[in-house]
């Protein structure tokens, strides 16, 4: 591999260097050390009264010989225990715990004696089935295990300096790259679940070892080739037919065509963009201008005709994948967490190279929606599908909405979405900014602190705000020596007027791409305000999105906001809105962990003159009422009861 100049403008923060104090993350953030973390460890124990069954670290247990038994669980049970150290590592990056880094050591030390001698490492094989491994690459997840555990090993790695876990993820590189290859006697083949990708990109970064970058590379040109056969044919023959789920077709896979000629985002949405993340990596650090044209190509797809108001991607619950341009149902909206997060995780990278908040603007629709609804505000509930419509009565009973959960579960069987999000919470602080030689850019409105070099100058960055409630951000600089270097901060898309001030003086600044550029000789104490606008904006859909025909959803800053039973009675499709009204804004400081309420005036059928008939000819009357609609990752706070996000328009 030829070492080649980057696409990207700028590279993040890193974690270690920001420090979050805001009032609206902080609980948020409280929550993943004092909460998530241990309750999330306690699960992977079995020690969770009433919850589904784990036995994640039995498992390893069982591999390493420390105990006997078989393996429990899903064929990817393991990547549970990894997402979670992943979590306490990014944890760790930003406030050292001796107790936590103390148990994470011993978790390294009982996956190392899991690791069989030739480097091979996942305990549903190893324990169940010795004599099948590799042999189900398109179904059995041993690649996408591999991925999150050398996702936990550079963040354990770069928190702590401590190298034990990066020679296990080493030693089981090392071992898959004897297996898997285009040399002679290898097997041509590449995850069905993309992940490892992404992770052999950290991992290439943090050790500059060039083979990890040619195994991802490996990898994303290989899938979808015929070479003749496709390598999935070709490994199903081997195995003498079929074994589990080999009837999906390959776009489920995103294996329908090589990498390089796909346009539209299929099959699993989570497997897509961990997929979609890769190749932006990779195609930054090759410089590949064609591969980084397909995920453009790809991203307008996704953003422009699959994506929920919520940032939510996957519609379908059949396979969890996507389906086809504006299918966006909202009562059967599948939106996996997962899948939210791994949108924030590609839109992050894209705006490393673009410097456009088109990407930002997602990445934050996501998080403060899509993402942020898959957990309970107490850190011990988890949605794993985000409907934008539920109506407990027919999703406690219809089959055909089984996936439909009207309150948080505790736990999972297939608990992929209870470790992801908390490691999105607990690495928050790298999708806030990013900087180059001359420039800093602040993507994120979150209160707290970071330091980074500019010119040569070393610069401290403050933000505070009360952002998503109100649209003030106060930026305040320190230095030493006055440094001309430029402030980059996103105009948010739902930002319809903005106010810059550098030192208490209104300024027109360049916009470009949505960044404000704000090019000064900065000194000690100067501060930039930015004074955003904000009212509650009244949204529509594509007139090809039927489902919220005569619709409208409600939205002030980044945050989408809901109607709930409990604060608007039943029949919230009876009710429909006026959208010519000025709504009230309220801050409620005890509602919800402290929420901004949207209020106003509402149309409703006349409860007292409907007849006790299926259908008529009459049309009722209808009452005005007030209406109170809440933010939508808040909601199923408060017991089970309705909710709705798309409102009849009156």
Request: proline letters at 4%.
């Amino acid at each position: 591999m030829k070492n080649k100049k980057k696409l990207a403008k700028m590279e993040p923060i890193k974690l270690k260097n920001v420090i979050i104090n805001d009032l609206f993350w902080n609980p948020w953030k409280n929550l993943v050390k004092e909460s998530i973390i241990p309750y999330q460890w306690d699960a992977l124990n079995d020690r969770i009264e009433g919850a589904e069954p784990s036995r994640t670290i039995t498992n390893f247990e069982i591999a390493a010989g420390r105990k006997e038994g078989q393996h429990y669980g899903m064929v990817f049970q393991d990547s549970d225990l990894y997402k979670w150290m992943e979590t306490v590592a990014f944890s760790l990056a930003t406030e050292k715990d001796e107790e936590w880094e103390k148990v994470f050591d011993d978790v390294v030390a009982l996956i190392e004696d899991a690791q069989e001698k030739d480097g091979y490492l996942n305990t549903y094989f190893s324990v169940n089935y010795p004599d099948q491994k590799w042999t189900n690459l398109k179904n059995d997840h041993e690649l996408y295990c591999a991925g999150h555990l050398i996702e936990a090993a550079v963040a354990y790695y770069e928190a702590t300096s401590k190298t034990q876990i990066l020679g296990v993820v080493s030693k089981l590189v090392d071992h898959i790259r004897t297996v898997l290859g285009d040399k002679e006697g290898q097997k041509r083949g590449y995850p069905g679940h993309p992940e490892i990708e992404l992770a052999l990109m950290k991992l290439y970064k943090a050790t500059n070892e060039a083979k990890y970058i040619d195994l991802c590379q490996f990898f994303i040109e290989e899938r979808g080739r015929r070479n003749p056969v496709h390598y999935y044919d070709v490994e199903l023959e081997e195995r003498g037919g079929a074994r589990r789920s080999d009837n999906r077709d390959y776009d489920y896979y995103q294996a329908h065509l090589p990498v390089r000629e796909q346009q539209t985002a299929e099959g699993h949405a989570v497997r897509a963009t961990y997929l979609y993340s890769g190749m932006v990596d990779l195609a930054n650090e090759l410089e590949d201008e064609e591969l980084l044209t397909v995920c453009r190509t790809l991203w307008e797809n996704t953003v422009n005709k699959r994506m929920y108001v919520t940032g939510g991607i996957g519609s379908s619950a059949h396979e969890e994948r996507f389906t086809v341009d504006y299918d966006l149902p909202n009562d059967r909206a599948y939106t996996e967490t997962c899948a939210a997060i791994a949108l924030v995780m590609w839109a992050h990278r894209m705006v490393q190279i673009e410097a456009n908040n088109e990407y930002t603007d997602v990445l934050e629709k996501a998080l403060y929606n899509g993402a942020l609804s898959g957990i309970s505000l107490d850190g011990k509930g988890y949605f794993y599908v985000n409907p934008l419509e539920v109506w407990p009565h027919t999703a406690n009973f219809r089959h055909d909405m089984r996936t439909v959960k009207p309150t948080r579960q505790q736990w999972f069987g297939c608990a992929c979405c209870p470790p992801n999000i908390a490691r999105l919470l607990a690495s928050l602080g790298q999708y806030i900014y990013s900087v180059n030689e001359s420039e800093v850019y602040v993507h994120l409105f979150i209160g707290g602190e970071t330091s980074f070099i500019a010119n040569d100058q070393q610069v401290a960055l403050s933000q505070e705000s009360n952002y998503p409630w109100d649209g003030n951000v106060k930026i305040s600089l320190a230095l030493e020596i006055p440094t001309i270097f430029t402030v980059a901060t996103r105009i948010p898309g739902w930002c319809r007027h903005a106010d810059i001030f550098v030192n208490g003086m209104k300024k027109d600044v360049p916009i470009e791409n949505g960044y404000a550029k704000i090019t000064e000789q900065w000194s000690d104490g100067d501060t930039i305000e930015l004074l955003f606008d904000m009212p509650v904006e009244i949204i529509r859909s594509h007139p090809e999105v039927r489902e919220n025909a005569g619709k409208v959803a409600l939205q002030r800053g980044p945050i989408i906001y809901c109607l709930e039973e409990q604060d608007n009675g039943a029949n919230l499709q009876d009710l429909s809105i006026h959208t010519n009204q000025t709504f009230k804004v309220k801050y409620e400081e005890n509602l919800l962990n402290g929420v901004t309420i949207i209020e106003g005036k509402a149309s409703q059928t006349d409860r007292k003159k409907i007849e006790d008939i299926l259908y008529t000819t009459k049309t009722y009357p209808e009452v005005e009422r007030d209406f109170k609609a809440i933010p939508y990752y808040a909601w199923s706070n408060r017991g089970e009861n309705e909710m709705t996000v798309w409102i009849r328009e009156r």
